[in-house]
């Protein structure tokens, strides 16, 4: 069905302007195509206005429109919209890309909406189900559902990040994602960082039918912060020195020396430690304020923590499995316990995937397969400040991760305070509804696959919306995220409800008549 006319060319070369009178079906965002040489050419819609000059005084009445007042008047010009779009380029199924022919079109060029299946096969970069996952529907058309595709390889090797305001639904798409990636057609290896207990609800996979084949079934296991430990010997001196409040020359100089005292035992535990430091001090008296000020700092950080232990801890073998997800639950920790965690957890995964590739792994550092981690609310790992212990294995990782089969999934709620050179670093972008002027700045000058057109899109986006656009789709797309199967675990409390309640029920519970319980008679 033609649409428009082609006028001529727009504000760029890469972009043309055309006519129509009908824009009822007409979205922002929404592709059409137009015949050159043989090429159907794809472009996106970027921008619409009115064209058709009526004069002030037919807008005085709001019960008649203006076209109908111009008919009763006799002329007959009908309401124009000069409509810019960005050309995209035609599909070369071969390369599973665009390639922009470079080409201004001709005046009076016709113009349509894309097909629907001119669109499935041209936004995803995939169309088969192995290595694909369903995110969700376009936006834009509203008639027919066209569904959206990522491509698992480019998300786990090349990162993603999924970016947007409170309650805007970035946890639920992100529980989308993990089903895709744990359905029969993925059967990835998945780690989940939850510092608020939202996930649980990913257990139910293990009960449905639609993640299940003749011979394989998912695996979710939730580890709850009590049974999250690090082994004391897993940290090096510098983790133990930045975790230490306000350490002066001295105290380094001690903790330094203490450890390398020790450091070619098999298991160094925390008494080890400190017992080192005692020994220096009984051999140089002088240091003997030093230590006592060090074994303070040691046993308030270190032995008051719950997550520490002599031999306990999370083995990656526990963690990392193909067709299994596990969810690290945090939900009760400080901000440095999670990042204690994380580092740890992070840092042996990258060296155990690095020695694996390089064929010299051994027992517990042998991991022989890619793996996918999940880092909500990552502006407290990595944030902009710097001041986080994860923060430079997150940034090796996203650097040098994909070598050696790690991918990561960073989720925000404030991009303006995640850093830059981390955000930098995921090749496909998830943002639905922002509005704060800041994380939309950090969004254009971080995620480098965003266009300014993209942009003004956000804050009209509502919750469960969102613009996909990087590596795992061939272009920008607008979507609407499919329902879940799986229960939603962070759903936001509906306090006016949850306070009726209450209160009701503490009512009901004080009219109640006392529990009359049989007295013993003691006779004499």
């Not at 592709?31 to 819609?45: A, C, H, N, P």
């Not at 039918?209 to 979710?220: A, C, D, G, H, I």
């Not at 950080?301 to 232990?309: M, N």
Request: net charge negative.
């Amino acid at each position: 069905m033609i649409i428009g006319l082609v006028k001529g060319v727009g504000e760029t070369p890469n972009d043309f302007e055309f006519v129509t009178s009908d824009i009822s079906k007409m979205s922002i965002g929404d592709f059409v195509t137009l015949e050159y040489e043989g090429m159907e050419i794809v472009s996106r819609i970027t921008d619409c206005r009115p064209i058709t000059d009526y004069p002030p005084i037919m807008y005085s009445n709001p019960e008649i429109s203006p076209s109908e007042i111009a008919l009763i008047l006799g002329d007959e010009e009908k309401e124009l919209y000069l409509v810019t779009a960005t050309i995209l380029g035609y599909y070369d199924e071969e390369r599973g890309e665009f390639i922009n022919p470079r080409i201004i079109p001709p005046q009076g060029a016709r113009v349509k909406y894309a097909s629907e299946e001119l669109l499935v096969k041209c936004l995803n970069r995939k169309t088969s189900r192995i290595g694909t996952a369903h995110v969700g529907y376009m936006l834009t058309r509203r008639d027919i559902e066209v569904p959206v595709y990522l491509d698992v390889s480019a998300i786990t090797s090349e990162h993603l990040c999924i970016l947007a305001s409170t309650g805007s639904g970035k946890s639920y798409l992100a529980g989308v994602i993990v089903e895709e990636l744990l359905s029969p057609k993925n059967m990835a290896s998945v780690l989940i960082f939850d510092p608020h207990g939202e996930y649980h609800t990913l257990t139910e996979m293990m009960s449905k039918n639609e993640f299940s084949s003749e011979w394989y079934s998912p695996q979710v296991e939730v580890i709850p912060p009590e049974k999250i430990k690090i082994r004391f010997s897993e940290l090096e001196v510098s983790d133990i020195s930045a975790s230490l409040p306000e350490m002066s020359e001295r105290m380094e100089m001690l903790l330094r020396r203490a450890y390398e005292r020790i450091a070619n035992e098999p298991i160094i535990t925390r008494a080890m430690l400190k017992k080192a430091i005692e020994e220096i001090a009984n051999e140089k008296p002088e240091m003997s304020n030093t230590a006592s000020a060090l074994l303070w700092r040691i046993n308030r950080s270190f032995e008051q923590s719950r997550i520490f232990d002599d031999f306990e801890h999370l083995s990656l073998q526990r963690l990392f499995s193909p067709g299994k997800c596990t969810i690290l639950d945090l939900s009760t920790m400080g901000d440095w316990e999670q990042q204690m965690v994380a580092l740890i957890v992070l840092r042996k995964l990258l060296y155990a995937r690095m020695a694996t590739e390089k064929g010299i792994a051994k027992g517990e550092n042998y991991l022989p397969y890619p793996v996918f981690v999940i880092l909500e609310e990552a502006h407290r790992f990595a944030p902009r400040s710097g001041e986080s212990k994860a923060i430079s294995i997150i940034r090796r990782i996203l650097a040098e991760g994909r070598k050696f089969g790690i991918g990561m999934c960073l989720i925000s709620q404030r991009p303006s305070k995640i850093d830059g050179d981390v955000l930098s670093q995921c090749m496909t972008s998830v943002i639905m509804r922002i509005v704060n002027p800041s994380d939309q700045e950090s969004i254009r000058t971080s995620v480098e696959s965003v266009g300014r057109e993209v942009l003004k899109e956000l804050p009209g986006l509502t919750k469960g919306q969102a613009i996909v656009s990087g590596r795992a789709v061939n272009t920008t797309v607008m979507i609407k995220v499919r329902e879940r199967v799986t229960s939603h675990g962070g759903e936001s409390k509906n306090a006016p409800e949850e306070w009726r309640k209450y209160l009701e029920n503490k009512r009901k519970e004080e009219t109640l008549p006392p529990i009359e319980e049989d007295i013993p008679v003691l006779r004499s």
